[in-house]
């Protein structure tokens, strides 16, 4: 039996996409399953929409007030709220129906700006703003003949969906130390967290603090250091971290301290090299040689006496000397 290989984040990413594929095509099956099972004899022009279990998740309120002609720009998070994860579908429509009168409404499809979320620019119909709709169009086929059908998602809110993971709808980027670390000294590192669409502020409140994880190339992780929030108008947060030993290190912003897997921002991914500290400086030792003479110089008494005592004694026979030559 072959050993089992851990799947890659590109492998989870792919799995992910393909749960999003099969939940869509088993919501798909329920709508056509009610539409044949509603079916008559009779021609009907098109059957309802089918309302689904998934949710679309509004940048901001509609500006209900909004005149005839306006333009808008609407974007929407959709969330798979069983499997709590970011729907990445393409094709999907946004409709708008009027508030009052038979108007048609206005409809567009919506751009897949990043996976989960997308935007539509459409104008107000007459008759204002009433009813959002926003799902994905597709037929079904009866005795009567192939019919539209619409499969819708719940607007469910504004802002982010709540049980969404920080890493889900927002970036972090770390930002490289000013200078090159220093093994032993600590070390300041910076991260900047971004949003991935443009909600309201009030839908969202940054969280208090961050963390940063610190890791060897190949190995296991050897800090977690949380990074509290700085600076609130640029939603930048810092950490302090001391490198144990000199190379290459690998830095990784997470959601909070001892997080894994979806909680972790795996594009923060980044690398920093760090470099030896100065060694400590080494005492030098005494030299046995002759001390140079100076204030703190030590002069042995015994030693002078002698030395005094010798040079009377040359003195005096130096006097002897002179004195027996006198005569």
């Not at 709590?84 to 129906?97: I, K, T």
């Not at 001390?291 to 130096?318: E, H, M």
């Amino acid at each position: 039996m072959g050993a089992i290989v851990p799947p890659t984040g590109r492998d989870r990413i792919v799995t992910r996409h393909r749960l999003a594929a099969g939940l869509v095509a088993a919501a798909w099956g329920l709508a056509v399953a009610s539409v044949a099972a509603a079916a008559s004899p009779s021609p009907a022009p098109s059957p309802s929409p089918f309302v689904s279990s998934l949710e679309a998740w509004l940048d901001d309120d509609l500006p209900t007030d909004a005149p005839a002609g306006t333009p808008l720009t609407i974007g929407a998070t959709l969330w798979m709220p069983d499997q709590a994860e970011l729907l990445p579908m393409s094709g999907v429509f946004v409709r708008l129906r009027p508030a009052s009168g038979t108007a048609a409404p206005t409809e567009t499809t919506g751009i897949l700006d990043w996976p989960g979320h997308v935007t539509a620019s459409l104008v107000v119909p007459t008759g204002g703003v009433g009813d959002l709709e926003i799902g994905q169009t597709g037929s079904a086929c009866d005795a009567t003949g192939c019919h539209r059908v619409d499969l819708l998602f719940v607007i469910a809110g504004v802002g982010p969906p709540p049980d969404a993971a920080l890493p889900q709808i927002a970036t972090v980027r770390i930002d490289p130390p000013v200078t090159t670390p220093t093994a032993g000294e600590s070390v300041g590192i910076g991260m900047i967290l971004t949003l991935k669409a443009d909600w309201d502020p009030f839908a969202f409140a940054p969280p208090s603090a961050l963390a940063l994880q610190v890791s060897v190339p190949r190995g296991p992780t050897i800090d977690d250091v949380a990074a509290p929030l700085t600076d609130p108008g640029t939603l930048r947060y810092s950490a302090s971290v001391t490198f144990p030993d000199a190379g290459r290190y690998l830095l990784e912003a997470a959601a909070t301290t001892g997080a894994a897997g979806r909680d972790t921002f795996t594009t923060s991914l980044t690398s920093v090299n760090v470099v030896a500290g100065q060694p400590s400086p080494v005492a030098t030792p005494a030299s046995d040689g002759p001390a140079s003479a100076g204030a703190d110089t030590q002069v042995d008494p015994t030693l002078v006496a002698g030395l005094l005592i010798a040079l009377g004694a040359v003195i005096a026979s130096v006097l002897v000397v002179g004195a027996v030559g006198d005569r």
